[in-house]
């Protein structure tokens, strides 16, 4: 844009370098501002801009093709929308209705919201506590083990080592067979539930005709 910059121009008619129009005065010998087509060039390019910039074809028919312009770069009354920033911008008044809570994109209708935790709470850093039952192990599942016993010599003076009179280990104890396969086994695990209901608000994705 630029304002009026020919010769005959009303200096600083809307403070220092913001030049204006003037009438003539024939009788006092004051000149009209003359016109140039810069002037009108501005004032033309910087309409049609603002109405093809809204998507608009220019219509030699329309008078009102700026205020339609103008009427949909504007939010309608009531229109809500996220602002990454501290405060709500002039103009808009933060709403409070809900707090601390995630948000969901749904494809249906939005504005709704659910959930029963705390968006903080549902997502803190929690322990799970808890513990294993008892499991009584089967010989199946002990793992393999050697059973090791005696064979007591028979030289003796008798062949009962409890008779209290004969009898002596044998040199190398004999194995008995392995007791136990390792088999696997189980352990129910109760812990702490952890609710992660977290509380929402419906959003919906849009974007502008
Ligand atoms: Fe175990």
């Known amino acids: 844009m630029q304002r009026i910059d020919t010769a005959t121009k009303a200096v600083d008619l809307f403070g220092a370098g913001k030049h204006g129009f003037k009438d003539g005065n024939q009788s006092l010998g004051i ?5 140039n087509a810069a002037i009108f060039n501005a004032i033309q390019e910087e309409i049609a801009n603002v109405i093809e910039g809204a998507g608009m074809a220019l219509d030699p028919g329309s008078r009102t093709q700026l205020k339609e312009a103008l009427e ?21 008044t933060q709403i409070t209705t809900h707090n601390n809570k995630a948000l969901r994109i749904v494809s249906g209708p939005g504005g709704g919201s659910g959930g029963s935790v705390a968006f903080t709470t549902a997502f803190a850093s929690q322990a799970v ?4 039952s008892a499991t009584t192990l089967t010989t ?9 016993f005696n064979v007591y010599n028979t030289g003796g003076a008798g062949s009962n080592p409890s008779g ?6 044998s040199a190398s104890p004999g194995t008995a067979t392995d007791g136990g396969s390792g088999g696997s086994h189980n352990h129910t695990f109760t812990g702490t539930a952890i609710n992660l209901a ?5 959003m919906i994705l849009a974007s502008k005709n």
Do not use: E, M, R
């Open 31 to 35: 000149a009209p501002t003359d016109l």
């Open 72 to 92: 949909l770069s504007n939010f309608d009354i009531g229109t809500k929308l996220l602002f990454f920033q501290a405060a709500a911008p002039i103009g808009w």
């Open 129 to 132: 506590n808890g513990s294993n």
């Open 140 to 148: 199946a599942q002990t793992p393999p083990h050697p059973h090791a």
């Open 164 to 169: 209290g009179s004969g009898g002596s280990p």
């Open 198 to 202: 977290v509380q929402y608000i419906d």
